[in-house]
């Protein structure tokens, strides 16, 4: 069954540093999030990308943040000059154009020091 | 921006019981999820389901969409059914609101 696949599972950066979180939808599909997950709490929506460009994005997706899609394949987070409040667990998902249902990555965890 | 809250959020379990969580949801919903989160930390899907009532294996979900809720079935629970559960509803632009989650323990 195809899954949605995300790289690397767990990343340790310390504060101020770029990372970059990567995830490869499902292939057939259309559009594509980001979610994070704070330890306890939960699941908050960043982003929505569809179509080479961002749909929707909330508060929390400030200029730091960026998200792209390299290539037919990959769909990447790049957080810039990360913040201690960035320490999450990531999540990407993806969904077919013609239904609602998103799937989701196992998840990267960040822990910024 | 859309509420969405579960109840209870915390249930402990004698393996073989049965329990049922729910879902409430402050504004019409295009769709509804329940998710599994797994000791892994995984999100796995367990039901997409708008309205209805959807039943796989032990677990079964309801959602009356009128009048904003949505029901999780656990029926003859084992120790693997341990974890949160979270709903999750669709709005705006296919985003989705979750809800704080239903934290499982079933104990043997």
């Known amino acids: 069954e195809p899954e949605v696949t995300q790289t690397p599972s767990h990343q340790v950066t310390q504060m101020g540093q770029e990372v970059i979180l990567r995830c490869v939808p499902i292939s057939n599909h259309l559009y594509f999030y980001w979610y994070r997950q704070i330890l306890g709490q939960k699941v908050e929506f960043l982003v929505s990308f569809y179509n080479n460009e961002i749909s929707e994005k909330s508060e929390i997706f400030d200029d730091r943040f960026s998200v792209e899609r390299p290539d037919g394949s990959n769909f990447t987070l790049k957080i810039r000059s990360t913040k201690l409040e960035d320490s999450a667990m990531y999540f990407c998902?993806?969904?077919?154009?013609?239904?609602?249902?998103?799937?989701f990555g196992p998840g990267t965890r960040l822990t910024v020091t | 921006g859309i509420q969405v809250e579960q109840s209870p959020p915390d249930l402990i379990l004698q393996e073989g019981a049965n329990s049922t969580l729910r879902c409430n949801f402050s504004d019409s919903v295009n769709n509804l999820q329940w998710f599994h989160q797994n000791p892994w930390g995984q999100l796995i899907n367990l039901f997409y389901i708008p309205s209805g009532t959807k039943q796989n294996g032990r677990l079964s979900a309801t959602t009356v969409a009128t009048e904003r809720y949505s029901l999780l079935y656990i029926s003859s629970s084992q120790t693997t059914d341990s974890g949160v559960y979270f709903c999750a509803v669709y709005y705006g632009n296919n985003r989705l609101a979750f809800g704080k989650g239903n934290q499982v323990v079933v104990i043997p």
């Open positions: 998902a993806s969904k077919q154009g013609a239904t609602y249902e998103q799937y």
